[in-house]
């Protein structure tokens, strides 16, 4: 059975830090990508970051990069976010997803594709305050 399981969110004050954790289990980790989403209320899901695990390439959204930081540990099957410098606007439900090698080579314009994701996790809150 394909699992995905978050932890790690929580509420935090604004400049706070956070790890979320993804523990992957159920399918061959060295295949896949996994990805972090988010979702904020009444807002569309948009991709945060992504590690290729089979290279290690990270890619970062805009509103992200310098403040969080995406790891692989490889013999854990797992990947973390480090969230830094958290801002209020950094709210959300986080999700992190599995992006198959049979979308093709994950690349600077095709990580943020939600739909190339195979597998989800169920999601862990984010609240930063003010």
């Known amino acids: 059975e394909v699992q995905l399981v978050e932890s790690g969110g929580g509420l935090v004050q604004a400049g706070g830090s956070l790890r979320l954790s993804c523990a992957a289990s159920g399918f061959t980790f060295d295949d896949y990508a996994i990805g972090w989403f988010r979702q904020a209320p009444g807002k569309e899901r948009e991709g945060v970051s992504c590690?290729?695990?089979?290279?290690?390439?990270?890619y970062y959204a805009d509103s992200v990069k310098g403040r969080f930081t995406i790891s692989s540990d490889n013999a854990k099957n797992t990947v973390y976010l480090q969230m830094n410098s958290l801002k209020p606007e950094d709210t959300a439900v986080y999700y992190c997803?599995?992006?198959?090698?049979?979308?093709?080579?994950?690349?600077?314009?095709?990580?943020?594709?939600?739909?190339?994701?195979?597998?989800w996790g169920q999601g862990t809150q984010v609240t930063v305050s003010s």
């Open positions: 997803a599995a992006r198959g090698s049979a979308w093709g080579i994950v690349d600077v314009t095709t990580w943020p594709s939600s739909y190339e994701y195979d597998y």
């Open positions: 590690i290729s695990s089979s290279d290690g390439s990270t």
